[in-house]
């Protein structure tokens, strides 16, 4: 047994943080801690019954002010699993906190577990299976978050093929059943052109996602619908921009197509910071925003009415779509059939966006 206050004894480290200059701690290091033997501390950790709750309660106590984390390696000599969650983020998402919403989201979820967290990052200029085939040839999760998904999506077959557990921010149409958490783009799009059109205006512009992403579809879907049951007209962009456009072309292509006599009178918006770049040609062109164009805008944050109180805003939920595709993957891990495993989001106006009319 270890004497005097139990507190006494670790102070040279800070809760949570290894000791400065000391070796990585072990089970045998809290075993030592507290008087406890090896297999007893291993047992309380991994929550077994037959350990009191005291003991259990002691034993994590050390574990965390000493920073003790289990040996990745040895978990994965014993169990044949890592204990890891791979995040396969686009380089791309990271404007306006995307990804860091999304890594809050997930690890809410992952925190009362024994998985750990790790992202991975890359970019579409390149091939995504480059990520997807290292995570699987070295083994180095038990579960992949994947997203930017594309209607046939190859990350999707490769990882069923190969019986890897996986949860998809999107959807694809590629007649694999999957996991999967995504925004109804379809009726976020249609409910904006319904908006615009309450607003009075005709000549109807959307800023769609690039044509390879499964999102690009539904949201086209959404808006040749509303097109129709409202009777306005699209104001064709013929793909000369995209939400993936860099933001100074897209500036200089707003304040062009506003400069002109028939421009827009009204946008649709699938990215918050798209917005913010046509917005400002807009102004260029000497237009204003709620006068000569009305713009309903998608955001993962809730900031574009502090910029331009006259947008209409539609929030997504990004830290929720974390925490929804954690507990997917999880159960999925666990064996739970994919089809009580994928959830949709529907839209939800703003509470700072403007009355239509108003």
Not at 69 to 93: C, F, H, M, Y
Not at 237 to 257: A, R
Request: contains cysteine; proline residues 6%.
């Amino acid at each position: 047994m270890v004497s005097g206050d139990m507190n006494d004894s670790i102070k040279p480290g800070q809760s949570g943080q290894p000791f400065a200059g000391y070796e990585r701690p072990t089970l045998k290091t809290i075993a030592y801690m507290t008087g406890l033997g090896i297999t007893t501390v291993s047992r309380a950790l991994k929550d077994a019954p037959d350990i009191g709750a005291e003991t259990k309660e002691r034993v994590r106590q050390v574990a965390q002010q000493i920073g003790y984390q289990p040996n990745r390696a040895g978990v994965r000599l014993r169990t044949g699993k890592t204990n890891v969650i791979a995040l396969v983020l686009s380089v791309d998402e990271e404007l306006m906190g995307f990804t860091t919403q999304m890594v809050f989201g997930i690890t809410e979820v992952l925190a009362s577990t024994q998985y750990h967290l790790v992202v991975t990052p890359h970019t579409h200029a390149k091939d995504p299976m480059i990520p997807i085939r290292y995570i699987l040839d070295t083994g180095s999760a038990d579960g992949v978050i994947i997203s930017k998904m594309q209607p046939d999506d190859p990350r999707v077959r490769f990882m069923t093929e190969r019986n890897m557990p996986f949860a998809a921010h999107g959807r694809t149409e590629m007649g694999i059943e999957h996991p999967y958490h995504d925004f109804d783009n379809e009726a976020y799009v249609y409910e904006a052109v319904k908006r615009l059109s309450q607003c009075g205006r005709k000549r109807i512009a959307v800023l769609l996602p690039p044509k390879q992403f499964s999102y690009h579809d539904f949201a086209r879907r959404g808006f040749e619908r509303g097109l129709r049951d409202f009777s306005v007209g699209e104001f064709a962009l013929n793909g000369i921009i995209s939400n993936d456009t860099p933001l100074d072309q897209i500036k200089e292509v707003s304040q062009t197509l506003m400069s002109a006599p028939d421009c827009p009178d009204g946008l649709v918006s699938i990215s918050g910071t798209s917005t913010i770049a046509f917005i400002a040609g807009v102004e260029e062109a000497g237009k204003k925003v709620g006068k000569d164009i009305d713009v309903v805008s998608k955001q993962s944050a809730d900031f574009l009415n502090w910029l331009r109180p006259e947008i209409h805003t539609v929030n997504e939920d990004i830290k929720l779509a974390g925490r929804e595709l954690a507990k997917a993957l999880l159960a999925r891990i666990d064996g739970k059939p994919v089809a009580g495993l994928q959830t949709l989001s529907q839209p939800v106006w703003s509470s700072r966006t403007p009355k239509f009319g108003a």
